[in-house]
């Protein structure tokens, strides 16, 4: 089926344009949102996504319609690649039919990739002089809140559950076991039923990946 993706970027705007475009294109559907493709959270855009079936084609005027970010355009092919459905961008003339128009998309993500890369030199150069100016301070620590320790303790007194804790302090999990590590909070035993588990040690924590539930001790052996 042949699908299209209309975007303008306020209500005000005419869409009227591309809508032709998608009936010349022979576009059977069409999505429609008025509202800033700064990111993927638009009504249409994600009812589009859901609606699209393998063996399905996605045509668009330009690549600028789908994303105004290069990362979340290429996320976006993604998704129709791993799901069968094909591109086609009128402006840019790219058909992902096409040997041609899958090598044009490699080209984007080689330059997204060199994009990135270059701003992360660039960060590690300023970095650079600001420490040898004496300015560069690192970053900001983490505070220890009141969210984290209530969650922490409660975990560590055994009245909630690994996985609800580190959802309730707010942090990731590697950041969770580092401040607990710091404030002392330990839990000596037996590991929580998890997507992982945790050895508890007196010298220390361990986290393991499991994909199954078993039973951990501390080196104490209870």
Do not use: H
Request: aromatic content about 6%.
């Amino acid at each position: 089926m042949r699908v299209g993706y209309v975007r303008v970027s306020t209500a005000e705007q005419n869409p009227a344009r591309q809508v032709e475009l998608m009936k010349s294109l022979g576009v059977e559907k069409v999505f429609l949102d008025k509202i800033s493709g700064k990111n993927t959270d638009r009504p249409q855009f994600n009812e589009m996504l859901s609606f699209l079936r393998d063996g399905d084609t996605l045509y668009v005027e330009s690549f600028s319609r789908l994303s105004r970010s290069t990362k979340d355009l290429l996320n976006t092919v993604g998704v129709l690649s791993a799901r069968g459905v094909q591109l086609v961008s009128d402006k840019e003339k790219v058909d992902t039919n096409t040997p041609q128009g899958r090598f044009m998309l490699t080209v984007f993500a080689a330059l997204s990739e060199l994009e990135r890369e270059t701003i992360l030199e660039r960060q590690r150069e300023g970095i650079e002089i600001a420490k040898a100016e004496g300015k560069y301070k690192g970053r900001k620590p983490i505070a220890v809140t009141d969210r984290f320790l209530g969650a922490a303790r409660s975990w560590q007194e055994g009245s909630l559950p690994l996985k609800d804790a580190i959802e309730q302090s707010g942090l990731s999990e590697s950041t969770f076991f580092r401040k607990c590590k710091q404030q002392g909070i330990r839990r000596v035993g037996v590991c929580e039923k998890a997507d992982f588990s945790i050895v508890y040690g007196r010298d220390g924590i361990r986290v393991s990946r499991l994909r199954s539930e078993r039973t951990c001790r501390g080196k104490d052996g209870r």
